[in-house]
Structures are given as structure tokens and as C-alpha cells.
């Protein structure tokens, strides 16, 4: 079981605004930056957002992130099909030393 | 453009020691700033962070792993290593290799399987 939540399932029809949300608690997500990964299908995760809110460049600003409280989400809009994927939260836990944790994914799937 | 790549065996029998390394290119393992890190996914599953270290030495590791995990840092050949001691099926997975900054991975390595069975 993760460490935050997140549904296991999204979908959209392409152009459609998606939304995946991420919860925690105050240990990591109440007190840490939040990032997300999306990991296409065979491949290593890629880095989607950091920060809560930033694009590593490269990445489309159809993609953005952001933060309330103990939870966040990532929001997709003009949905394409090659947004088809896994995508992960993460955020540093300050508990028991610090360490990082990660949600459990969302797959998404454009219809 | 920084480039990290796994290496090591792809079959480990059960109660042995998994044993990794993932060599950095492109940069220094010495660069401050930045930790270097394991993370693991099992097949159909989701990731899990095992953890990391600095190139001084300083690690961070999963509260759930750590008795059984080390990591460790060679700066003269860029080079960081894994060691999961104990292992069982449980721990066959995809092992990435990454550069990070908190829980922040800008670079991944592409991921070695590592099977456990005897």
C-alpha cells in the first residue's frame, strides 16, 4: 500500500482537460514540494513536474501541477493520445528520517 | 547530457544478495547538490524508492528496506552501487538508477530486471 493515494484509473477523449489527484499527509505532502512522473509504457519514468508547479523543460504546458494542503493533482488538458500512460506522484516524507515516497499510479487512458 | 546505466546480474536466487551498479556519465558523481539513487518496480506494479546517497557518503533509505540495504559510492569511477541482502521473489523487479534532488529525479537510468528464483 503507498504512501499516497491516487485513483488506479483516468480516462478522457482527446482534447478533453484531465484531472489525477494525489493525497497525503502532513509529513510529506503538508510539508514538501510534490513532483510527478509519467512513464510510458516500457520505459522509464520521465520526469512531468517538479516542485509542485514546474515543467523541466520539454515538457508541454498542456501539463500542470498543483498543491493544496495534504493533497495535489496534475492536470492534462487537449488531451492527446500519446498522454496514454502511468503517472506517479512523489514527494520527501520528513517521518522516520526523511525518505521519499511514492504514490501507487494512475493509468490513463484516452478513449 | 548526464547519462546513468544499471549493470549487474539479471537472475539472483533466493536469500542471496542482489547486487547492482549504475555508472554516471555525462557529469560527476561528485557534483554537489544532488544524491544518487535506487528506485524499484515490480512487474505490473508501481514504484518504490529504496533509496539514496550523497557522493559523500551520506544515505537516505526506506524505512521498509533498510535492514536489508546498502548503498555505496565510488567517485573515482562514477560509480554507485546497490546491495539487497536476503532477497525473495518479492523483490524481483525493475531497479533504476537515478540522479536526485529530494524526491526529485530529473535523470533516470533505463531500468535493469532483476529476477529472483532459484
Known amino acids: 500500500q503507498s504512501v499516497l493515494t491516487q485513483p488506479p484509473s483516468a480516462s478522457g477523449t482527446p482534447g478533453q482537460r484531465v484531472t489525477i489527484s494525489c493525497s497525503g499527509s502532513?509529513?510529506?505532502?503538508?510539508?514538501?514540494?510534490v513532483n510527478w512522473y509519467q512513464q510510458l509504457p516500457g520505459t522509464a519514468p520521465k520526469l512531468l513536474i517538479y516542485?509542485?508547479?514546474q515543467r523541466p523543460s520539454g515538457v508541454p504546458d498542456r501539463f500542470s501541477g498543483s498543491k493544496s494542503g495534504t493533497s495535489a493533482s496534475l492536470a492534462i488538458s487537449g488531451l492527446q493520445s500519446e498522454d496514454e500512460a502511468d503517472y506517479y506522484c512523489?514527494?520527501?516524507?520528513?517521518?522516520?528520517?526523511?525518505?521519499?515516497?511514492f504514490g501507487g499510479g494512475t493509468k490513463l487512458t484516452v478513449l | 547530457q548526464l547519462q546513468l546505466q544499471e549493470s549487474g546480474p539479471g537472475l539472483v536466487k533466493p536469500s542471496e544478495t542482489l547486487s547492482l551498479t549504475c555508472t554516471v556519465s555525462?557529469?560527476?558523481?561528485?557534483?554537489?547538490?544532488?544524491?544518487w539513487g535506487w528506485i524499484r518496480q515490480p512487474p505490473g506494479k508501481g514504484l518504490e524508492w529504496i533509496g539514496s546517497?550523497?557522493?559523500?557518503?551520506?544515505?537516505y533509505y526506506n524505512p521498509s528496506l533498510k535492514s536489508r540495504v546498502t548503498i555505496s559510492v565510488d567517485t573515482s569511477k562514477n560509480q554507485f552501487s546497490l546491495k539487497l541482502s536476503s532477497v525473495t521473489a518479492a523483490d524481483t523487479a525493475v531497479y533504476y538508477c537515478?540522479?536526485?534532488?529530494?524526491?526529485?529525479?530529473?535523470?533516470w537510468g533505463q531500468g535493469t530486471l532483476v529476477t529472483v528464483s532459484s
Open positions: 546517497i550523497y557522493y559523500s557518503g551520506s544515505t
Open positions: 502532513s509529513s510529506n505532502i503538508g510539508s514538501n514540494t
Open positions: 512523489a514527494a520527501w516524507d520528513d517521518s522516520l528520517n526523511g525518505h521519499v515516497v
Open positions: 537515478a540522479r536526485l534532488v529530494g524526491a526529485v529525479a530529473h535523470y
Open positions: 516542485s509542485n508547479n
Open positions: 555525462g557529469g560527476s558523481i561528485s557534483s554537489s547538490s544532488y544524491y
